[in-house]
């Protein structure tokens, strides 16, 4: 049965983590693969068009029901650049929305030169998407530009919007579990250089790769400092974690 956590703590090397009702669970080991909370655009119609044409990141799955179709990617980061090159190779033609007047700004070099090399590809410089329209499923969008603040309709039924988000990892503030500026858990090598841990961190041994600063308490998958925001990366991790749960409890 699935339950909603409301709080979590640390003490008598025990996690101690409330549940919505009142009752209280306690573990002697934790993996937290809470994932990240996408980042929206926040338009009239988009929580109607979720998954009827308006999709949070670009799964690979979604690439074959794109064949032949015009579709759309909204973000200038790696995330996004990675989707309009792998998505290229299915659809008719990939539009990417950036806010910016330049790639370079927010994408590593080698996706710059691989998404300016791809014929199917266009990018739509200083702009956004604002307003959705369609009636079961996403029929079009509007797209307006920042600086001459023209506004353009494109048919489409597929808007992939990668544009970040935020891990859920605030409970984590309370209990000073290392994260770095955006949020996400810091584990294994990767904490080393912080020195809240190496203040912290009082066992013989040094952190197992997906272990936080907290002993016991495991990081698998997109809340992971680090991680490759894959669906398949995170399964990976998670059965990593699961083996390194193990290796932690046989040692107590």
Same mark, same amino acid.
């Given at each position: 049965?699935?339950?909603?956590?409301?709080?979590?703590?640390?003490? %008598?090397?025990?996690?101690?983590?409330?549940?919505?009702?009142?009752? !209280?669970?306690?573990?002697?080991? !934790?993996?937290?693969? =809470?994932?990240?909370?996408?980042?929206?655009?926040?338009?009239?119609?988009?929580?109607?068009? @979720?998954?009827?044409?308006?999709?949070?990141?670009?799964?690979?799955?979604?690439?074959?029901?794109?064949?032949? +179709?015009?579709?759309?990617?909204?973000?200038?980061?790696?995330?996004?650049?990675?989707?309009?090159?792998?998505?290229?190779? @299915?659809?008719?033609?990939?539009?990417?929305?950036?806010?910016?007047?330049?790639?370079?700004?927010?994408?590593? %070099?080698?996706?710059?030169?691989?998404?300016?090399?791809?014929?199917?590809?266009?990018?739509?410089?200083?702009?956004?998407?604002?307003?959705?329209?369609?009636?079961?499923?996403?029929?079009?969008? +509007?797209? =307006?530009?920042?600086?001459?603040?023209?506004?353009?309709?494109?048919? !489409?039924? +597929?808007?992939?919007?990668?544009?970040?988000?935020?891990?859920? !990892?605030?409970?984590?503030?309370?209990?000073?579990?290392?994260?770095?500026? &955006?949020?996400?858990?810091?584990?294994?090598?990767?904490?080393?250089?912080?020195?809240?841990?190496?203040?912290?961190?009082?066992?013989?041994?040094?952190?197992?790769?997906?272990?936080? &600063?907290?002993?016991?308490?495991?990081?698998?998958?997109?809340?992971?400092?680090?991680?490759? +925001?894959?669906?398949?990366?995170?399964?990976?991790?998670?059965?990593?974690?699961? =083996?390194?749960?193990?290796?932690?409890?046989?040692?107590?």
């Amino acid at each position: 049965m699935l339950r909603e956590g409301v709080s979590g703590s640390f003490h %008598d090397n025990r996690m101690y983590v409330g549940l919505k009702g009142g009752d !209280t669970m306690v573990s002697k080991a !934790t993996i937290c693969a =809470t994932g990240v909370e996408y980042a929206r655009l926040n338009l009239p119609g988009e929580e109607r068009f @979720f998954h009827s044409g308006v999709y949070y990141g670009a799964g690979a799955s979604e690439a074959c029901f794109c064949s032949g +179709k015009d579709i759309f990617i909204v973000g200038g980061g790696n995330m996004a650049g990675q989707a309009v090159s792998y998505f290229s190779g @299915f659809a008719r033609k990939v539009y990417m929305v950036i806010r910016r007047d330049n790639l370079s700004h927010t994408l590593s %070099d080698y996706l710059v030169k691989r998404i300016k090399a791809i014929p199917n590809v266009e990018i739509l410089y200083n702009s956004n998407v604002t307003e959705l329209e369609g009636d079961n499923e996403l029929r079009r969008i +509007k797209i =307006t530009n920042s600086v001459d603040h023209t506004e353009t309709w494109y048919d !489409t039924c +597929k808007l992939f919007i990668c544009i970040g988000g935020d891990p859920n !990892t605030e409970w984590a503030i309370a209990n000073n579990i290392v994260r770095c500026p &955006s949020g996400y858990l810091v584990t294994g090598s990767d904490l080393f250089s912080h020195a809240a841990y190496k203040n912290q961190w009082q066992l013989d041994r040094l952190s197992y790769h997906l272990e936080t &600063s907290r002993p016991g308490l495991f990081a698998a998958g997109d809340v992971r400092f680090n991680s490759v +925001k894959r669906v398949a990366s995170a399964v990976g991790e998670g059965a990593m974690a699961v =083996t390194q749960v193990h290796q932690y409890l046989a040692a107590l």
